[in-house]
DNA sequence: AAGCCTTTCAACCGCCAACGT
DNA sequence: GACGTTGGCGGTTGAAAGGCT
């Protein structure tokens, strides 16, 4: 019926499973840009070739620069076990309390381990009814006695945890008019007191770059599409997974990021030379681009232009951002550049 | 050192609600 | 009101990493 859709999508020729650095930066680029009014468009126009679900979702669980990276402090594993108690599965309204995670990152931590802390934890409980008054005071309820458990193991050194937080409650970054949590449930709990602040700093970046109702999308930024890098993607992928633009993607064969609408592109062919220099630059500062037997190039192009700490030992520099997290003043510099989209080599090498 | 087992977590899948036509 | 489209949610899966024998 009206509900029936179908699998999210045809999947034939799009890639699927783990994102590379490069589809990251894609996305990012894209978003940072354009906001996300239309996942499902966001894809093609973006150049990705994936779809939109898988998307939003690396989006929204990876990508997203307000989003916390690191381990759960003791503080949020409490304030996860309390709203499961209240709420059960309902993990995005368990996120919408917890600025900076994602349900899905706070349904795996309650998969591995919260929930064996949990039960554990009714088990003292029950013990300790049974028990009744036997017992010396301040046991029952011990909060977290089991510190050594499987909180210990991933709230190790998160060093978000201290007294960085304020702010806001239940501000989530995913809906500016998201009911964090319904109020029927939580009437008779005072929710605030056990919310975990979003650390201020996560602030500008979300504003900056969640509003994407306040951005323009493909349906007019035709020019400032053509400014995303270009990949090589077979033009009938697309006419395969919706028939309605094969004719543009046909018309700039392998420039999938042209719109739909295949109209002419403004950009001077000096402003594309500049961006193509740029790019390259881009991802050789990040250890995505050039040729892969001299990884000691790279490593000197990196110390050379003062992005070093922007990739790690592992060479994934999206991660490796993520963790630095966005106070890092070269991944900022980093983003602003992509915002920026203005070709100014000189502004890249420091 | 090698193989096996366990844990972690990113990604996928299917369903549903909201919204637009 | 019916139908189609889209975004979002929760459950599940599978690859990678880590630990253990």
Redesign the pocket.
């Known amino acids: 019926?009206?509900?029936?859709?179908a699998?999210?999508c045809a999947?034939v020729g799009l890639?699927?499973?783990?994102?590379t650095p490069q589809e990251d930066m894609r996305l990012m680029a894209y978003i940072q840009k354009h906001g996300?009014?239309?996942?499902?468009?966001?894809p093609k126009q973006a150049g990705l070739l994936?779809c939109?679900?898988?998307c939003?979702?690396?989006w929204?669980?990876?990508l997203r620069p307000d989003l916390k990276r690191g381990?759960f402090t003791v503080e949020e594993e409490e304030t996860i076990i309390r709203l499961h108690g209240m709420l059960?599965?309902?993990?995005?309204?368990i996120?919408?309390c917890l600025p900076g995670r994602t349900?899905?990152?706070i349904?795996?931590?309650w998969?591995?381990?919260l929930k064996k802390k949990a039960a554990l934890r009714e088990q003292q409980k029950a013990g300790a009814a049974k028990n009744d008054g036997a017992a010396s005071g301040g046991d029952a309820g011990t909060p977290v006695t089991d510190s050594s458990s499987?909180s210990s193991?991933?709230t190790t050194t998160n060093s978000s945890s201290g007294g960085s937080d304020s702010g806001d409650q239940c501000d989530t970054s995913?809906?500016p008019d998201?009911v964090p949590v319904s109020p029927l449930q939580l009437e008779d709990v005072d929710v605030s007191e056990m919310l975990v602040d979003a650390p201020a700093a996560a602030q500008p970046m979300l504003s900056a770059s969640c509003s994407s109702s306040s951005l323009t999308t493909c349906a007019g930024g035709v020019e400032d599409l053509i400014e995303l890098p270009v990949i090589d993607i077979e033009p009938d992928i697309w006419s395969i997974i919706d028939g309605e633009c094969a004719d543009a993607s046909g018309a700039r064969r392998g420039d999938a990021t042209a719109p739909c609408t295949g109209a002419a592109v403004s950009t001077s062919e000096a402003g594309e030379a500049a961006f193509d220099w740029w790019l390259e630059n881009l991802e050789k500062e990040l250890g995505l681009w050039g040729p892969a037997e001299d990884p000691q190039a790279q490593t000197d192009l990196l110390d050379h232009t003062g992005f070093g700490p922007l990739v790690d030992s592992?060479g994934d520099p999206v991660s490796t951002y993520f963790q630095t997290g966005p106070d890092n003043a070269a991944a900022e510099l980093l983003l602003d550049v992509e915002l920026e989209l203005e070709p100014e080599p000189s502004a890249l090498l420091l």
């Open positions: 019926m009206g509900r029936g859709r699998p999210c999947k890639n699927r499973g783990s994102w996300h009014s239309n996942w499902r468009a966001l994936r939109g679900k898988s939003r979702l690396r929204i669980n990876y381990n059960g599965n309902k993990w995005s309204k996120a919408a349900d899905n990152e349904k795996n931590v998969n591995t381990h499987a193991s991933t995913k809906e998201a592992e």
